[in-house]
C-alpha cells in the first residue's frame, strides 16, 4: 500500500500540471502572438499534456493500479520520449518564429536542423521498443535506461541550447528592453529541466522533471503575456495602461521627503514628418525617440512609456535637465541613421507632485500645460518668459 501511495501522489501532482497546461492552451491564442507562433506554442503544451498522461500510465502500472506488462511499460515510456521530443521541438521553433519573424537564412537554416533532430530522435525512440536501443524491461520488469538513451539526451540538448543561444545572442542587437528580456526566456528551457533532472536522479520516483519542464512553459507565457498587455507595440517601452498603474503608486507614496516629477515629451512639428517622408520614417523617429528616452530614464533610474501618438512620459525622482538630456541622446542616436531619419527635436512639460493630495488626471494636466508653452514658445508663438509666469 505504501509503494501505491507514492506513486498516487506523483499523479496527482502530474494530473494539476495537466489541469494548468489546458489553461495554457485556451489563454494561448493572436491576442499574446502571431496565429504561427502560438500553434507551435499550443503544439508544445500539448504534447507536455501527452507526456504527463503516459507518465501517469506508467506510474499507475507501476504502483499496481491498473493492468500492466511488458510490452504495455515499454509503449507508454516510448510515447512519452516521443513527446518530450516534440514538445522540445515545438518550443524550439517557437522561439525561432518569435525571433526572426522575417524568416531570414540562418532562421530556416535552424529550423530544418531542429526537425532533423527531432525526426531522428523519435525514429530511434519508436525503435527501441523492438531494439532496447533507449531503454528496455528487465529480468524484474523494472523499465531500464540502456546506454543509447545518452543520445536522446544529446539531441534534446543540442535543441535547447541551439534555439537558447541563438535567442540569447539576438537578445544583443535588439533595443527595445521588452524583446531583450523576452529573448532571454529561453535559457529557462535550459537550466530548470536540467536542474531537475539531476534532482530526480537523486529523488526517484517523485515528478520533478515534469514541474521542472511546466515551470518555464508557464514562466514564459506569463512573461509574454505580461509584455503584450503591458508594453507599446511599435516602440517596446511601457503602455500607458501601465503608466497610469505606476503613477498611481507614486502618487500614494510622494511626500515632501519623496517627491517626484513626471515629464511629458512631445515629438515638434512630428505631423510634418509623417506628411513629408511617410508613416515607416515617423515609425522609426518614435523608435528612435523611444530608444533614447528609454537611455535617459535608465541614467535617472526613472519610469518611461508612451503615452499615445508622439507623445511620451518619464517619470524620476530626481532633479535633472530631462529636455537638453533627452535631446542629446536623440541626436547622438540620429547620427548613426541620419539617412533614414530626419532632424528630430523635442519639447518636455514637467510637473511635481509632493503630496498623495493630487490626483493622476491633474498631476498629467499640469505637466501637459507646462508642455504646451513649451511648445508654443518653440512655435514662437510665446515670449520664453511664459512658462514662469
Known sequence: MNGSAIY???????IFCIFF?????????KNVGTDLQMRHFRG??????IYLMSDIFWALGQGGLVPFNSFLNKLTNAVGLVAVALLTLGWCIFVIYRIDQNKSKNMKL???????IAGVDCILTISSVFTGFYFYIDENEIFQFAKGYNIHLIFIFIQLFGSGIYSFAQSFSNKQVKLKKEYRLPLLFIIIPSATAVLEGLLPISPIVPLGIFLPIHFAFLEIQNSEIYSDALTGLNNRRRMEIFLQDMIHNA???KPFSIHMIDVNDFKQVNDKFGHIVGDRTLQLVADALHNVSDKLHG????????????????????????????????????DLIPTISVC??????????ITATQLIAQAD????IRKEIFHGRMKPDAENK
Not at 21 to 29: D, E, R, T
Open 8 to 14: 498516487i501522489s506523483y499523479v496527482i501532482t502530474e
Open 21 to 29: 497546461s489546458v489553461g495554457i492552451i485556451i489563454k494561448a491564442n
Open 44 to 49: 508544445m503544451a500539448l504534447f507536455f499534456i
Open 110 to 116: 535552424l529550423m530544418g536542423m531542429h526537425y532533423v
Open 255 to 257: 511626500s515632501d521627503e
Open 303 to 338: 519610469f518611461c512609456a508612451r503615452y499615445g501618438g508622439d507623445e511620451f512620459v518619464l517619470i524620476i525622482s530626481e532633479e535633472a535637465e530631462v529636455q537638453e538630456s533627452i535631446q542629446n541622446e536623440v541626436n547622438t542616436l540620429r547620427e548613426k541613421c541620419a
Open 348 to 357: 518636455t512639460g514637467c510637473a511635481t507632485c509632493r503630496s498623495g493630495a
Open 369 to 372: 500645460e507646462q508642455l504646451y
